[in-house]
């Protein structure tokens, strides 16, 4: 089981990023997919999740309204549009696949891809 994150990068305040992450294993469709981020110096929190089917999504309140969480089954990817992006959004960003219905805690997840750096100047 693979899964690979991009599309992170060094950007200004106000702009825009998509990150994708694309999973390796054919039963992609059957679990939930999240994103998670880590910043230097703190904890990983939750930034978003969404079902297997797409079909209900879940946000950090901090993120809310700002970040669009999505997949695609058919090309077994999961996306991250994050708009508006501030300072504060800057860490890594790390996608993960959990069999749970909408799991928003990293210990419901069952795998991990390896992180893409999201670099939000002021």
């Known amino acids: 089981v693979q899964l690979q994150a991009c599309g992170g990068g060094l950007v200004q305040a106000g702009d825009s990023l998509r990150l994708s992450c694309a999973a390796s294993?054919?039963?992609?469709?059957?679990?939930?997919m999240g994103w998670f981020r880590q910043a230097p110096g703190k904890e990983r929190e939750f930034v978003a999740a969404?079902?297997?089917?797409?079909?209900?999504?879940q946000y950090a309140g901090s993120v809310g309204g700002r970040f669009t969480v999505g997949r695609d089954n058919a090309k077994k990817t999961v996306y991250l549009q994050m708009n508006r992006l501030k300072p504060e959004d800057t860490a890594v960003y790390y996608c993960?696949?959990?069999?749970?219905?909408?799991?928003?805690?990293?210990?419901?997840?069952?795998?991990w891809g390896q992180g893409t750096q999201v670099t939000v100047s002021s």
């Open positions: 294993f054919s039963t992609f469709s059957n679990y939930a």
């Open positions: 969404v079902t297997w089917s797409g079909g209900t999504t």
């Open positions: 993960a696949a959990s069999t749970e219905w909408l799991p928003s805690l990293g210990t419901e997840y069952n795998f």
